[in-house]
């Protein structure tokens, strides 16, 4: 039973490209959120979500746009996909922000060449 | 904005040794969570800390939070090889937006 799952693993695409990522959760939790970590392995979050509603939108360009069409799906779609996007984009809930531990997704590892 | 490091970036220990890695907020937290990551996989929620001064032990894992609730530790005694990975801590203030730390590679020499 997986609880947190991504698709895809792995995502090879050129520049200027656009592609999505889909995430979606088992657990029942309340808040999703798409974290980047980078090569030297730093995680940064970019967006969360509550129950649909969109709750932290870090300072990520305006090619990123996340999607909840229900509290157990979040997805993020890029546009013009530039180099330095290229990192690994993990998934996660938990069941109330600020309170409880996460629950990562494998991740997908974005390789934008 | 909220910053959270931790020390050391990298250690490498002898299979038995002990290893501590310590993480340090800008700002006071309201809890401190711990995460391991192995190599290619995804961080995994370890514990949590929530009171000042809380010491929590899971087997050969200790973790402590500081009297101030500025800082934290993470000890493992006699260190195994199925213990290598990147450890983060990640600490939560105000916002209920947690912060990640910067992480510490731990790798253990058989």
């Known amino acids: 039973d997986t609880a947190v799952s991504q698709t895809p693993k792995y995502l090879v695409t050129q520049m200027g490209n656009d592609k999505s990522i889909k995430c979606e959760q088992n657990l029942g939790h309340d808040t999703m959120y798409w974290y980047k970590q980078d090569s030297k392995k730093f995680l940064k979050i970019m967006f969360s979500y509550n129950n649909k509603e969109l709750i932290i939108n870090e300072t990520v360009p305006n090619r990123f746009s996340p999607k909840s069409p229900d509290k157990a799906h979040l997805n993020l779609h890029i546009n013009s996909l530039e180099l330095g996007d290229s990192a690994v984009y993990f998934c996660?809930?938990?069941?109330?922000?600020?309170?409880?531990?996460?629950?990562f997704g494998s991740g997908t590892r974005l390789t934008v060449v | 904005g909220q910053q959270v490091m931790q020390i050391p970036q990298y250690q490498h220990v002898q299979e038995g040794e002990d290893f501590t890695t310590y993480c340090n907020s800008s700002t006071t937290l309201s809890n401190i969570q711990w995460y391991k990551q192995r190599p290619g996989g995804h961080p995994v929620f370890l514990i949590q800390?929530?009171?000042?001064?809380e010491v929590k032990k899971q087997k050969r894992l200790t973790f402590q939070f500081g009297e101030a609730k500025k800082n934290s530790s993470l000890h493992i005694t006699a260190t195994q090889t199925t213990d290598v990975g990147t450890y983060f801590c990640a600490g939560v203030s105000g916002t209920y937006k947690y912060i990640f730390g910067t992480g510490t590679r731990l790798k253990v020499l058989a």
């Open positions: 800390l929530v009171k000042s001064g």
């Open positions: 996660a809930s938990n069941q109330q922000q600020g309170t409880y531990g996460y629950t």
